[in-house]
């Protein structure tokens, strides 16, 4: 039988590790946002300088997540200050973007629409899909994108999309799921989930 990678498996096999990137990135923002304010900088002015700052800080609190970095060859707005951040897991691989519209970009880069060209989770396959993978030499490993968007030094949106190719010039999301409510400490004086 093959890997399940439907949102509820993969959520589970990698449920330690948004924390992890969620801490990297608020922890990117917090040094961004004060080498910001003791330069009496304004991060709008120079989106792409504060951005990498975030990063900057994230790949260092990555090494220890056994992270391997890739090259973006991807030259839009949307990708260029987080471009290259992969986390690579045993069973999933893992591109951290930095998407401020709602839609995820189409890739221009062939190597990232290889990325996102994967069959749906709940289709059933006449044969074992890694099997072919792994004779064109790609990872058999399941694609997912962790898509987060910042304001006003907040992440306010951080969510795990499964994608599952391009249609009609759009990326087609397999599932997401919206990853705050496991990254975030509950309010004051909030009950534990039950």
Same mark, same amino acid.
């Given at each position: @039988?093959g ?21 990297? /990135? ?9 080498? *910001?304010? $003791?330069?009496?900088? &304004?991060?709008? &002015? ?6 990498? @700052? ?7 609190? !990555? ?5 391997? !970095? ?9 990708? #260029?200050?987080?471009?290259? /951040?992969?986390?690579? /897991?045993? *069973? &999933? ?8 519209p #709602?839609?995820?970009? %189409?890739?221009?880069? %062939? $190597?990232? +629409? ?12 006449? !044969?074992?899909? +890694?099997?072919? @993978? *792994? +004779? /064109? ?5 399941? *694609? ?9 030094? $907040?992440?306010?949106? !951080? ?24 990254c @975030?400490? =509950?309010?004051?004086?909030?009950? =534990?989930?039950?």
């Amino acid at each position: @039988m093959g890997r399940d990678d439907s949102k509820a498996a993969v959520l589970g096999r990698t449920e330690d590790v948004w924390p992890e990137i969620f801490g990297a /990135l608020r922890a990117g923002i917090d040094i961004a946002a004060h080498l *910001h304010s $003791t330069a009496g900088w &304004d991060p709008q &002015d120079d989106k792409h300088l504060y951005q990498h @700052m975030i990063r900057r800080k994230a790949v260092e609190a !990555f090494k220890g997540l056994s992270t391997e !970095f890739d090259e973006d060859d991807d030259q839009s707005d949307a990708a #260029l200050s987080m471009s290259g /951040l992969m986390l690579r /897991l045993e *069973h &999933d691989v893992i591109r951290i973007w930095h998407i401020t519209p #709602l839609e995820i970009p %189409k890739p221009g880069s %062939k $190597t990232k +629409r290889e990325f996102i060209a994967q069959p749906p989770s709940g289709q059933t396959a006449l !044969f074992d899909v +890694r099997d072919l @993978m *792994h +004779r /064109l030499r790609r990872d058999d490993r399941n *694609h997912l994108i962790l898509r987060w968007t910042i304001q006003h030094h $907040t992440i306010t949106r !951080f969510d795990l999309v499964r994608p599952s190719g391009v249609k009609k010039g759009k990326v087609v999301v397999d599932w997401q799921h919206d990853l705050r409510p496991l990254c @975030m400490p =509950p309010p004051v004086g909030a009950s =534990p989930p039950a």
